[in-house]
Nanobody, 120 residues
């Protein structure tokens, strides 16, 4: 069974930092890209960042570029999101996402989410 478990969220002041973690299990982690997606209060899902299977290629939404860094540790089956210079508009539930091949089809998996609140 595929499981994605996020942690590391919390309340932080503007300009502060947080590091989110996503522990993955139930699939061959080191052959899949991983993504972070967020949902702000009253809004839809917003893609934040993606990293490829070996960590050599990363992509970011323009709103977080230069402030957030995605990384992964394939030995620990974990993907991270380092968030610096946080702004109130970064307030959201952050989800870890993986699209995994299963019996010939692709399935979208999500974690339970971790709340990030940026406020003074």
């Amino acid at each position: 069974e595929v499981q994605l478990v996020e942690s590391g969220g919390g309340l932080v002041q503007p300009g502060g930092s947080l590091r989110l973690s996503c522990a993955a299990s139930g699939f061959t982690f080191n052959i899949y890209g991983m993504s972070w997606v967020r949902q702000a209060p009253g809004k839809g899902l917003e893609w934040v960042s993606t990293i490829n299977s070996n960590g050599g290629i990363t992509r970011y939404d323009d709103s977080v570029k230069g402030r957030f860094t995605i990384s992964r540790d394939n030995a620990r089956n974990t993907v991270y999101l380092q968030m610096n210079s946080l702004k109130p508009e970064d307030t959201a539930v952050y989800y870890c996402n993986a699209i995994v091949a299963n019996s010939g089809s692709l399935t979208n998996y999500w974690g339970q989410g971790t709340q990030v609140t940026v406020s003074s």
